[in-house]
C-alpha cells in the first residue's frame, strides 16, 4: 500500500438487529489499525462501548438484547463493569465457546467478503470508502440482514437459553 501503510488494516464490529415487526438493521464501526506505535490493533473498550451506546441512540425506545461472541474484550471486567451499569437497557448473553453458525453477524461479514471478492484497493481511505459503501448497500436492505438470522435456525421470538 502507498504512503507506508504496509501491514495497515480495518477491522468491522457490528451488530444485526432485530425487532417484531420493525425493518432489521445493521449497526456498524470501523477501526483503524495503521501500524503507528501505541497504536492498538483491535477495538478497544471504548469503541465498543460507543458502538453499544450508538445502538441505544439508533434504536429509540427498546432496551438492547446482545447475543455476543466470546471475544476476551467482551468478558473482561471492564465491559462487565459497563454492562451491569446499564441493566436498565442492556441484557447480554455470550454464544458457546465457537458457533458462528448461531451469529447472523457472521453471516454479514461473509456478504461483505464475497461483494468484495474481485475488488482491489489503492490504499487504506479507498480500502474505507469501498468497505463503507458495501456495508451501506448491506444496512439499505432488510432482506440480506432477515436472511443472515434465518441461516442461524433463531428467530426474533427465541428465548435465549445461553448463560452469561
Known amino acids: 500500500m502507498r504512503g507506508g501503510e504496509h501491514g ?3 477491522s468491522v464490529a457490528g451488530m444485526v438487529c ?6 432489521s438493521r445493521l449497526i456498524y464501526r470501523l477501526h483503524h489499525y495503521r501500524r503507528r506505535k501505541g ?7 471504548t469503541e465498543y462501548k460507543n ?18 461472541d466470546n471475544l476476551n474484550i467482551h468478558h473482561s471486567t471492564a465491559m462487565r463493569a459497563f454492562i451491569d451499569a446499564h441493566t436498565d437497557w442492556l441484557t447480554v448473553f ?13 453471516s454479514v461479514w461473509s456478504l461483505l467478503k464475497r461483494s468484495m ?4 484497493a489503492a490504499d487504506l481511505n479507498h480500502l474505507t470508502r469501498m468497505i ?8 439499505n436492505h432488510p ?4 436472511g443472515c438470522l434465518t441461516t442461524t435456525d433463531l428467530t426474533i421470538t427465541t428465548t435465549p437459553a445461553i448463560t452469561s
Do not use: C
Open 94 to 106: 455470550h454464544l458457546p465457546a465457537y458457533a458462528p453458525e448461531l451469529n447472523p453477524t457472521e
Open 117 to 120: 471478492a474481485n475488488s482491489l
Open 8 to 10: 495497515a488494516r480495518i
Open 51 to 68: 458502538m453499544l451506546n450508538g445502538a441505544r441512540q439508533q434504536l429509540p425506545g427498546g432496551k438492547i438484547v446482545l447475543v455476543w
Open 39 to 45: 497504536e492498538r490493533a483491535a477495538f478497544t473498550l
Open 132 to 139: 463503507k459503501h458495501r456495508l451501506k448497500v448491506i444496512q
Open 18 to 23: 432485530y425487532r417484531p415487526g420493525k425493518r
Open 143 to 146: 432482506d440480506p440482514i432477515d
